[in-house]
């Protein structure tokens, strides 16, 4: 981690004609904001510099995510904020998913999401013809799980096939506590059980959206109108692979998700101590 570029926010804002700030691990926890965060909001909003929270949450709708960070201390508008769910709408219509049933696997704002989606929102418990994972909580945890998986394995019991779409990836996110676990290991869950009983089928695994997919920068680059933009995250899987995927430069956050070892060969363009 040491042989990578230490820089600060200051030269990130003055050598990038934008920024994209990862929203947990950066700028909050699920107990508040982070050291430095509300000063970095404040700076840039005070600069008139562009830039955008890009967030895999698909639990929050932008509106209310500005609300939770304002409470939080943090000057953000919604109109600030891309987060994962906004990809749900886009690729529904792309696939066709449109009056379809989907379970949904999350808080109120996952329904709306996809609702404006054009599909069918639906509880785990109910019929469905696809299933969405919005967020891990706002649900019966353990038996919605267990409902969507059994209806599931009797969907593909029958031979058919059912779309399985996770707007966000993330593993684990930051707690002041230490860690917790978010949508994308509940989909790892479902997938593990149903590669055990269908080891044949290929289409047992979730379509994933967010972070690192390219979809959230590529919306962000086109929102900004420049591709000197800079990421900074806290997640090398997530942040630093899919902003190298996009071709845009990043900045790790030291003690974030990712810890100081960093796997796959996956190298951040800088390492930042702090938002100070």
Do not use: W
């Amino acid at each position: 981690m040491n042989t990578i570029p230490a820089v600060t926010t200051d030269e990130l804002i003055a050598r990038y004609d934008a920024l994209l700030l990862d929203a947990y691990g950066v700028l909050v926890n699920k107990e508040g904001a982070l050291p430095g965060a509300k000063e970095l909001i404040s700076k840039l909003n005070r600069l008139g510099k562009p830039y955008y929270l890009v967030s895999n949450t698909a639990g929050h709708l932008p509106e209310n995510a500005a609300a939770r960070y304002r409470a939080f201390g943090l000057d953000l508008v919604h109109e600030r904020i891309l987060t994962a769910g906004l990809l749900i709408k886009p690729y529904f219509e792309a696939k066709g998913y449109q009056g379809l049933r989907c379970a949904v696997m999350g808080p109120e704002d996952s329904f709306h999401y996809v609702k404006d989606a054009g599909a069918r929102p639906a509880s785990p418990f109910e019929d469905f013809d696809l299933v969405l994972i919005g967020d891990q909580v706002g649900f019966p945890f353990l038996d919605g799980v267990d409902a969507v998986l059994s209806r599931l394995i009797a969907k593909l019991d029958r031979g058919e096939t059912v779309p399985l779409i996770l707007p966000n990836p993330d593993l684990i996110y930051p707690k002041s506590s230490g860690f917790g676990i978010t949508s994308g290991m509940v989909a790892l869950m479902i997938e593990t059980a149903l590669r055990q009983r269908f080891p044949e089928r290929e289409d047992v695994a979730f379509v994933r959206l967010g972070k690192p997919e390219p979809g959230l920068f590529v919306e962000a680059v086109r929102r900004l109108g420049t591709h000197n933009v800079v990421m900074i995250g806290d997640q090398v899987e997530t942040d630093i692979r899919g902003s190298a995927g996009a071709g845009l430069d990043s900045a790790l956050v030291v003690g974030g998700v990712s810890g100081t070892t960093l796997a796959g060969g996956i190298m951040p363009t800088y390492r930042l101590e702090s938002l100070f």
